[in-house]
């Protein structure tokens, strides 16, 4: 197996950094391509045509705040992750359902490295995983980095 793409579905917490770093080091040695993909959704009752006022008057809709403000987190978050072989690093913001978005972006990658929270018991049950439905649907492998901090 050739590795030349790798896909890092990434939320801006500690374990997306991990899996960021990890992946870079992957992408160094296997001279590897990296796209860092965030997906942002809204509850069902929230619509993300819904218009907000952003400032004295002015309207705009959520979903255009939200792309905004998850741009301005990508890059705060690209740029705090030390990358010493300066390896390129693409970047997508996409509204979806999660893990059907990132299951759907990974068809055309070669590896999936993500992180994970480490949740564990009710909170793992009620909140479920995004990592574990990437994994069992996945049809690339899935590397899971867990962070030293559960949440």
């Known amino acids: ?21 990890y992946a870079l080091g992957l992408a160094g040695r296997f001279e590897a391509r990296i796209d860092v993909l965030h997906v942002w959704f809204t509850p069902a009752y929230i619509s993300p045509a819904m218009a907000v006022e952003v400032a004295r008057g002015e309207v705009e809709t959520l979903e255009l705040v939200a792309q905004r403000e ?13 990358n010493p072989e300066q390896v390129p690093i693409a970047v997508r913001i ?18 999936v490295v993500m992180g994970t929270h480490g949740r564990s018991g009710l909170s ?6 995004i990592a574990e439905k990437v ?3 996945a049809t690339c492998p899935v590397l899971c980095i867990r962070s030293g901090s559960q949440q």
């Open 1 to 21: 197996m050739k590795l030349e793409r790798i896909l890092v579905p990434v939320d801006f917490s500690q374990g997306s950094q991990a899996a960021l770093e």
């Open 70 to 82: 998850a741009e301005q987190q990508m890059r705060t978050f690209i740029e705090g992750v030390p």
């Open 94 to 111: 996409e509204y979806g359902y999660e893990p059907k978005t990132i299951i759907e972006a990974a068809k055309s990658y070669d590896l």
């Open 124 to 129: 793992h049950f009620f909140i479920g995983s």
């Open 135 to 137: 994994i069992r649907q």
